[in-house]
């Protein structure tokens, strides 16, 4: 289907008001015309559209990745539109209508190459889900406590090496990560801020006090929640301590079965709550893909098991996508669907700030939709009113 002038009709559709039972929806030009009741449709023309019957169908807002490496068999740092695309064609199967392709540390010719690619893919279409934005997970973070990150190639926040990144991204850097405990971080911050760039902390060991002052200089978010940073103490709380407790910071997290166990996903749930908690896929280029040897980062991961790890064992991304994402958290944190969906779709939408035309079915904002049945499981994807997937 290439029409952008559709009605989907006999669904249960999840409005940020709840789910409207046997309603219709009305998409034109790539936007959402109408959200409507059974007893609306009676009256409602539909000349000139095409009808589809969502009949047994759940119809929710597209899910919104802000934090993803690859997949499909493909990875950012590769560095092409080819690579972009394609992890973006894979992930639309999956219910992700948008999102943020994320790089790690690496040579600033490879950071370079990585975000125009980004941009190519964003001003060209990828077929599959909508690029957003960059986020640059490294390559200023801590040595210490780098998780997955290529010691060889971190190294200390540069607001100049920022600044050549969002020129050469033509200005579509959304997210940097950065550890608030290094030399020059709180400049850093301020300065990303200043461009209009969301800064979130992470890969870090810095004290509750050090997250105190980065959120001070305009830091809101904080990347993969618990994994690669100083955990929990009673008397030092730490920056876990400081993720839990400060209001003004929102998180992520990696609801795969093995960067977070369930009873602390539940902990963090219950201190950040729906509205500060976002859902991400931290994926690597094998999701989608057979187990097997793959890269990340130009290092060798080994997908087995469920799980991606480097050769020494340690955790490196994963395969995850989030509509399993979704039914982990129903399972996990025992929320009901509209909870687990929002966090996928509105929350990371306000994240990076596209709440105004992503993140929920409202009328106006972009027709991105995936239509999931009674199992959660993804029959279609819908990007700006374009069918990009169906099962």
């Known amino acids: ?137 490294g390559p200023w973070v801590n040595p210490d406590s780098r998780g997955a990150q290529p010691l060889d190639v971190i190294r200390p926040p540069s607001i100049h090496e920022l600044d050549r990144l969002i020129e050469e991204s033509g200005g579509l850097v959304r997210v940097t990560t950065v550890a608030p405990e290094l030399e020059g971080a709180r400049e850093f911050i301020e300065a990303a801020v200043a461009r209009g760039v969301r800064v979130s902390l992470g890969h870090s060991m810095a004290s509750f006090e050090d997250v105190a002052r980065a959120v001070e200089a305009g830091a809101t978010h904080v990347t993969h929640a618990f994994n690669a940073m100083r955990g929990l103490h009673h008397r030092n709380p730490g920056m876990a301590g400081a993720m839990l407790a400060c209001d003004d910071l929102t998180t992520e997290a990696i609801l795969d079965g093995f960067h977070l166990h369930p009873a602390v996903a539940t902990v963090l749930y219950r201190c950040k709550g729906r509205d500060r908690l976002a859902l991400i896929t931290d994926a690597t280029m094998a999701a989608g893909m057979p187990e097997g040897e793959y890269a990340l980062g130009g290092q060798r991961v080994i997908y087995e098991g469920g799980a991606v790890r480097l050769p020494d064992g340690n955790l490196a991304g994963s395969v995850l996508t989030l509509d399993r994402a ?39 904002k972009d027709a991105d939709l995936v239509l999931m049945d009674k199992l959660g499981e993804v029959r279609a994807t819908v990007v700006g009113g374009v069918v990009v997937h169906r099962a």
């Open 326 to 364: 979704v039914r982990r958290a129903m399972d996990d944190l025992g929320v009901p669907l509209a909870q687990a969906v929002a966090m996928a779709s509105q929350v990371p939408a306000r994240v990076v700030g596209v709440h105004d035309r992503k993140g929920s079915i409202e009328e106006g």
């Open 1 to 137: 289907m290439r029409t952008l002038q559709v009605i989907i009709k006999n669904a249960d559709i999840l409005t940020p008001q709840g789910i409207m039972v046997s309603g219709f929806l009305v998409v034109s030009g790539g936007r959402i015309a109408k959200v409507g009741s059974h007893g609306e449709f009676r009256e409602y023309s539909t000349a000139g559209h095409e009808v589809l019957d969502a009949s047994g169908l759940l119809v929710a807002p597209g899910f919104v990745d802000i934090h993803v490496h690859g997949g499909g068999g493909h990875d950012v740092l590769e560095g092409t539109y080819e690579a972009v695309s394609a992890m973006c064609r894979a992930h639309a199967r999956h219910g992700t209508t948008s999102m943020v392709p994320t790089t790690m540390a690496a040579r600033h010719e490879d950071l370079a190459g990585a975000v125009r690619a980004v941009a190519d893919a964003a001003k060209r279409g990828t077929g599959g889900a909508e690029v957003l934005g960059v986020h640059l997970e």
